[in-house]
């Protein structure tokens, strides 16, 4: 650091880095700052606001920026929260560096000084310049937290870099784990988007929910690169579906169960392309709720079943197979719904009547399910007559 007439220089060791960034991503850096102060000291939400000479301003209450933090080094008290976005000290120094080449200009206040940038040649080397950082006293030596200062962003770049953030998106919490968080999406047009620790990763336009991702693994954290994009789903498949498997509220496993009526259809969101989510989400269902779980090969007497256009759970009581689902011929999506036919119908019931303890067992929340095990009829020497009293007045 140089001292040259009350003001102070420290050498940021920057040319040119990150040019394809654009301003958006810088302020995405600086409110991602403010957020992690206000998680970590647990003082006032960040305020984002523009001022009367049309300067934007990124301020938080928190302990106030020093110089020491232009530093390039990992974070451990960033890195022990769970509840913070930033970690590696990487993220302040690209910021300055983008707003020095889009000619914005960057004031940060604070309690321990007043911090502006500029272009100088380095100590030794006067044909080398490079990004220092300008350190004065500071106009406020009580201030509280820091107020970052852009000028020369505009509205639409604020809104661009706020975009990237669960904190400031409207996506509506459905549950916690010990992993990260199930959000729904904002719009059924929307895609699904996958957070971590809260910063847009990823966006998945054929997923259920929205994800936030609060525990790293080592193969999400190798993924997680400087610009914190681009991040592939390889990357965190696990973390999702350990989120999922430990989900227990109807808001998710009833969606869940629900989309897999479109299996026939092939119209399946992708979190049920992975087979575990599928049992887990009927599983915790028929732990909640009094259902049925049948697909068209298990209905008895159907011979060419068509795939089901929309299923439905069934209540315990209800017999009958046309309340089961709706069937539509394939590849005729136009066509109305076809309901089930009676003889069907009474042949279900017909089976259940005569081989309760085969078909159907109440499990230990009380619900009654179809047996999907079963690999087909006995040999008929085998199995019992039913006797004509079994059958009552509803012989056919």
Same mark, same amino acid.
């Given at each position: ?10 050498? &940021?060791? %920057? ?32 305020? %984002? ?75 030794? *080397? ?12 500071? #106009? ?23 975009? *990237? ?91 869940? #169960? ?71 011929? #394939? ?33 230990? #929340?009380?619900?009654?399910? &179809? ?19 079994? &059958? ?5």
């Amino acid at each position: 650091m140089t001292v040259d007439g009350g003001e102070q220089y420290f050498d &940021l060791n %920057i040319e040119r880095v990150l040019e394809h960034w654009p301003v958006a991503f810088a302020i995405r850096e600086v409110i991602a700052n403010a957020l992690d102060e206000h998680a970590l000291t647990g003082t006032a939400e960040p305020v %984002i606001a523009e001022d009367a000479a049309g300067a934007w301003h990124v301020a938080d209450f928190g302990r106030g920026l020093r110089y020491t933090h232009l530093t390039q080094n990992e974070n451990d008290e960033k890195r022990r929260s769970g509840a913070v976005i930033g970690q590696f000290g990487m993220g302040l120094k690209d910021a300055l560096a983008v707003f020095d080449r889009h000619d914005v200009r960057v004031e940060i206040r604070s309690a321990h000084g007043d911090i502006t940038t500029r272009q100088r040649a380095k100590e030794t *080397f006067s044909d080398v310049r490079t990004l220092h950082a300008v350190i004065r006293p500071p #106009a406020d030596p009580h201030r509280a937290g820091t107020d970052v200062v852009l000028h020369g962003v505009t509205a639409d770049d604020v809104a661009a870099a706020q975009n *990237f953030f669960l904190h400031y998106s409207g996506d509506h919490l459905l549950e916690t784990t010990s992993v990260g968080q199930v959000l729904k999406r904002v719009s059924p047009a929307a895609p699904g988007r996958i957070y971590v620790k809260g910063l847009l990763v990823a966006e998945e336009p054929n997923f259920l929910f929205s994800y936030n991702i609060t525990d790293i693994n080592a193969p999400l954290r190798r993924a997680l690169n400087r610009e914190r994009s681009n991040v592939g789903r390889s990357a965190y498949t696990d973390r999702v579906k350990a989120i999922l498997k430990q989900c227990r509220v109807s808001g998710v496993v009833s969606p869940l #169960a629900e989309d897999l009526a479109e299996f026939a259809t092939g119209q399946l969101h992708d979190e049920l392309s992975w087979r575990e989510i599928a049992v887990h989400a009927c599983t915790v269902l028929a732990s909640q709720e009094k259902v049925v779980f049948v697909t068209p090969a298990e209905l008895p007497g159907r011979h060419s079943p068509a795939p089901l256009r929309r299923g439905r759970r069934v209540p315990a009581g209800h017999r009958s197979a046309g309340r089961v689902g709706e069937a539509r011929p #394939a590849g005729r999506p136009d066509r109305p719904p076809v309901a089930q036919p009676e003889p069907l119908r009474r042949g279900l019931e017909r089976q259940l009547r005569l081989h309760p303890r085969e078909h159907r067992g109440p499990d230990a #929340a009380g619900a009654f399910r &179809l047996r999907t095990d079963r690999r087909g009829p006995a040999p008929r020497g085998n199995r019992p007559a039913p006797r004509r009293r079994d &059958l009552g007045d509803h012989a056919p």
